[in-house]
């Protein structure tokens, strides 16, 4: 069983950035693919980038976010990031962290708000 615990969301204006972190408990975290999806109101989970076990795929990212989100991992920390520049109102959307290896796991959530 992976427990997975994000923060940093928050109230930023347009334009502005935000670092979501994920706190993973998971004895063989470099081995897990990790990843951030959101979900806005009304709409279905998404996929905003994912990063594979290190030394494999590079990054990658929602068409939406290419070019102002990062995601990056510390395997040694056992934590992963989302670095979010240049942000718009609608990136608005509850913000979840992802594992998989085998199984899915899930984090409950952190909110983002854009808004001026």
């Known amino acids: 069983q992976v427990q997975l615990v994000e923060s940093g969301g928050g109230l930023v204006q347009p334009g502005g950035s935000l670092r979501l972190s994920c706190t993973a408990s998971?004895?063989?975290?470099?081995?897990?693919?990790m990843a951030w999806y959101r979900q806005a109101p009304g709409n279905e989970r998404e996929l905003v980038a994912r990063i594979t076990p290190i030394g494999r795929d590079n990054p990658e990212y929602a068409d939406s976010v290419k070019g102002r989100f990062t995601i990056i991992r510390d395997n040694v920390k056992k934590m992963v990031y989302l670095q979010m520049n240049s942000l718009k109102p609608e990136d608005t959307a509850v913000y979840y962290c992802?594992?998989?290896?085998?199984?899915?796991?899930w984090g409950q959530g952190t909110q983002v708000t854009v808004s001026s």
């Open positions: 992802y594992a998989r290896w085998v199984s899915d796991f």
């Open positions: 998971a004895d063989r975290f470099s081995i897990y693919t």
